[in-house]
């Protein structure tokens, strides 16, 4: 890895002067404290407020009886969650009332003494129940949902060619199901959102990935305009998924305006992880193959379990029907994906959207059905991998990467050949992703001041991916300038033009495609404002404050103010808008992917069949990077998503028993930690092929390195001590029941 | 209670707000306007919160404000000098060990401390001292190169400073 610079975000936040949504002040504020239930389903008979209220420091606790002209709903695609539960809960957490109180301590402590009289109805603690006949419905069922089904909050289906023929006709049908557990993002800045009601409207700061879309949230559910919200992104400390769309933003709103001054709300961790996860996943897959071994026919069944409310689980169901089935060359198939509603804390978008789960299933699948065909697991792949220019699923866009080299590479990185050592295995997985999220146009203001430095405002959050310092050299390369002439200022809804969010990897891509635009645009200004004030012809460049072209050398504003009929000193250098449109049709229900993300894991493994502990000796994570913009982060985006999907396939579950989370704290759920990084380190290799949409050539790759983790470690231990699992994460005790063959306890028996 | 015996945060002398259930890092974070130290799983595990008292590495999410009176409390806002990084921040910048930048005061503290008692680590030792920091954006390789770096150029730095003696 070679060195980053100490431009944009990285000198403030080493030297600890970044200042993050919980560093935030309105001044005057007061400090917000929520009550949750500890019920998983119920009717709210009673809320009563009256000891809270009576407590020092408290100024008011707001309830649903104060949500006089407001719509307290909202969501994603479907607006079915309200900011505090009305007449009903639906999940252990979920917020009933919330305090508003001088110090965070005081409302804290004034929330435990809200006296909640909630009347029990029977709880659905997983899909099963769910949807089984008389389940009590959640809400209506959603758009796909077949009728009689209760709970569906989503059913989406792609299917192609006939596959239950090609299925009947198979010489031989690997049959098999798939399960992970619901895991929490643990971005390190749990959530936090501050509002202020001002005379020019409502002021929020907020750690959120998606400050537009909380800002037209925002201004719907209170009935006040567009122009009279402001929602500012200052540095978010970590995101993953965890903090798109609203999430408390709307609920401290209602408590500002209720307590007629700032509030923020500062969750805890444990609050955090009863905010949002990823969804628990089951897939029951069957592949067809012929005589000569080739996979025919592949049918996938998806079920998420999506909790509580919709949050982004349709999309989340939707794209799983489209990531399931893989990158192969496979005539028939046909996927079905539903999100599923249960009283358990909502499951929403988390790096990958659905990928790491689906492919969990179908990258495992595939080695199993090599290991029963007698052929290497990466050539049997190979003999199935789309190759570069078909389209994928056979109608989508073609693939845009050598799919073949990029197993190759990560198979030679961590040595294919028979391991030397006993109980020593290599697992290889490939993940392909369509990436960018759908049609969307991206936009930034560009300015260049009088002295030469250079302003670029967009909509994007910076989440830690490092967009600060990727558009700082787009725009610098743009206009040939010194990148620390360069200042980018991010995530107001204020400044910023326009911008859906920061997720689906799509910032490099559309953002930087806007600021390249801009840039082009304000150097076509800068050369037509030259030749009119009859500058010298060739080559022009901005150096400090003056244009030059050759020996000819003068002040920009000199130039641009005389074509204007203003004074050099009423004129305030150049601004410029770029704009850009990623070219995708919409209405479309699959819409043609704008680029793929790509990549092939692999892994090499110890097994210590004493303990069934899985040592992980080497990663090497080869990921289609289109065009790299910036080194160190790009190897930082591949390093820490595969070092998260360690975390996520070796020792992170979200353990429920009945209906409640049992270790939604930092003890009891294990993240990685620097003793985890594994001794032979992460190999993080970024292919440039300059075939992405991007600035460059450049692809999105915030997701990437995430994807195929789980399958690749899964099939290492299969090599290594050939036993195969397929249940996450990876146990030690899973493993060791693997090995002695012992009955592992079920998914139920786990405390579903 | 205000202390009256003095203690010194990030050189300077100064008052901690006592009494028996303030913790330090609101003292740090309310008290004195020090918004480098930063609260998140708030049980001592994740390291975000980490000051020195007195060269040791501290949970100042646990940590009474009393516990630190009359001693040397540093924060990362402590390292470096009139706008001089310190080598470990400047290694985090080079290495690209800083993305979110949420764990990065923590750790930067971490770093300082496990040099200073360790000064020639090698990687299990390293890899041992700062479990107690977590940090999920980056994959850690890269915290390890920033301390390798600064091991390295500190060994260098001392064996040039012998050879001038010699």
Known sequence: ?752 | MDDPIGTTVNGERCSLPGGASVLLIDALREGLGLLGPKKSCELSVCGSCTVLIDNEPYSSCMTLAQEATGREVTTVEGFGRRGELSDVQQAFIEAGAIQCGFCTPGFVTAVHALLDRHPNPDRATIQRYLAGNICRCTGYAPMLEAVERVRDRRLAAAEAGLEQVR
């Open chain 1, 1 to 752: 890895m070679t060195g980053g610079e100490a431009f944009g975000d990285l000198r403030a936040k080493v030297t600890g002067a970044a200042v993050f949504a919980s560093d935030s002040r309105f001044p005057g504020m007061l400090h917000g404290a929520l009550v949750r239930s500890d019920v998983a389903h119920g009717l709210i008979v009673a809320l009563d407020t009256a000891e809270a209220e009576a407590m020092p420091g408290v100024t008011c606790v707001l309830t649903p009886d104060d949500f006089d002209g407001i719509d307290p709903f909202y969501g994603e695609l479907v607006l079915d969650q309200p900011m505090l539960a009305i007449d009903r809960v639906r999940y252990v957490g979920e917020p009933i009332a919330a305090v508003v109180a001088r110090t965070r301590r005081e409302a804290v402590e004034a929330a435990r003494l809200v006296q909640a009289t909630i009347e029990p109805l029977p709880p659905l603690f997983n899909s099963d129940e769910a949807m089984g006949a008389g389940a009590e419905r959640l809400h209506p069922n959603g758009a796909g949902a077949p009728a009689d089904v209760p709970n569906i909050c989503r059913e989406s289906r792609l299917a192609q060619g006939d596959v239950d023929a090609a299925l009947a006709a198979a010489a031989y049908v690997h049959h098999a199901v798939y399960e992970c557990p619901p895991v929490y993002h643990y971005a390190m800045e749990p959530h936090c959102s501050l509002a202020s009601w001002e005379a020019d409207g409502l002021h929020v700061i907020s750690g959120t990935q998606q400050p537009f879309r909380v800002r037209d949230t925002l201004a719907r559910m209170f009935a006040v305009p567009t122009s009279r919200v402001r929602v500012r992104a200052p540095y978010v400390g970590g995101a993953f998924g965890s903090k798109g769309e609203a999430k408390y933003e709307p609920v401290v709103a209602a408590m500002a305006r209720k307590a007629g001054r700032p509030v923020q709300l500062l969750c805890s961790v444990e609050e955090s992880v009863h905010t949002v996860t990823r969804h628990g996943c089951r897939v029951e897959m069957w592949t067809g193959l012929d005589s000569s071994n080739t996979i025919v026919a592949r049918r996938s069944d998806v079920t998420f379990d999506t909790g509580a409310y919709s949050d982004k689980g349709p999309r989340i169901a939707h794209r799983g029907a489209h990531r399931v089935t893989g990158p192969y060359r496979i005539a028939n198939y046909e996927a079905t994906s539903r999100a599923v509603f249960t009283n358990t804390v909502p499951a929403g978008a988390f790096r990958g959207f659905s990928t790491s789960q689906v492919l969990w299933a179908s990258e495992s699948a595939m080695d199993e059905i090599a290991r029963h065909v007698g052929e290497d697991p990466l050539e049997f792949r190979r003999r199935h991998l789309l190759r570069e220019g078909e389209p994928y699923l056979g109608f989508d866009a073609p693939v845009d990467a050598d799919l073949g080299s990029d197993l190759d590479e990560a198979a030679r990185l961590v040595g294919s050949a028979t391991p030397s050592s006993p109980d020593t295995g290599t697992g290889l997985a490939i993940g392909v992703k369509d990436g960018g999220g759908g049609a969307a146009r991206a936009a930034a203001h560009l300015r260049i001041h009088p002295d030469g430095s250079v302003e670029v405002h967009a909509g994007a959050a910076e989440l830690g991916q490092g967009a600060q310092r990727v558009l700082a050299r787009v725009a610098a390369e743009g206009l040939g300038v010194e990148v620390s002439r360069v200042e980018v200022r991010l995530g107001d809804t204020a400044t910023a033009p326009f911008d859906r969010g920061t997720n689906a990897s799509r910032t490099t891509v559309g953002v930087g495609m806007a600021v390249a635009k801009a840039a082009a645009s304000a150097r076509v200004a800068l050369k037509v404002a030259w030749l009119a004030d009859g500058g010298a012809k060739g080559s022009l460049r901005l150096d400090g404050a003056d244009l030059v072209a050759g020996e000819d050398r003068r002040p920009m504003v000199d130039v641009l103010a005389r074509g204007s009929g203003l004074p050099a000193r009423e004129f305030p250098g150049l601004a410029v808008t770029g704009t850009h449109t990623d070219t995708q049709e919409e209405g479309s229900d699959f819409f043609p992917t704008l680029f793929y993300e790509v990549c092939a894991t692999g892994v090499r493994v110890h097994v210590d069949r004493e303990t069934g502990e899985i040592r992980v000796e080497h990663l090497a994570s080869v990921v289609e990077a289109g065009h790299v913009l910036d080194e160190a982060g790009g190897h930082g985006q591949n390093v820490g998503a595969a070092m998260m999907g360690l975390g996520t396939s070796l020792t992170e579950e979200l353990v429920y028993s009945q209906g409640e989370l049992i270790n939604a704290n930092l003890i009891e759920y294990r993240v990685p930690t620097i003793a985890e990084l594994p001794p032979g380190g992460i190999t993080s290799v970024l292919v440039e092929n300059a075939e992405g949409p991007g600035p460059g050539g450049a692809k999105g790759i915030g997701e990437a390195g995430i994807i195929a983790v789980a399958p690749a470690l899964a099939n290492a231990v299969e090599d290594a001590v050939g036993v195969r699992l397929r249940r996450l994460p990876l146990h030690p005790e899973a493993v060791w029941r693997a090995l002695n063959q012992t009955a592992g306890s079920s998914p139920d028996e786990r405390g579903r």
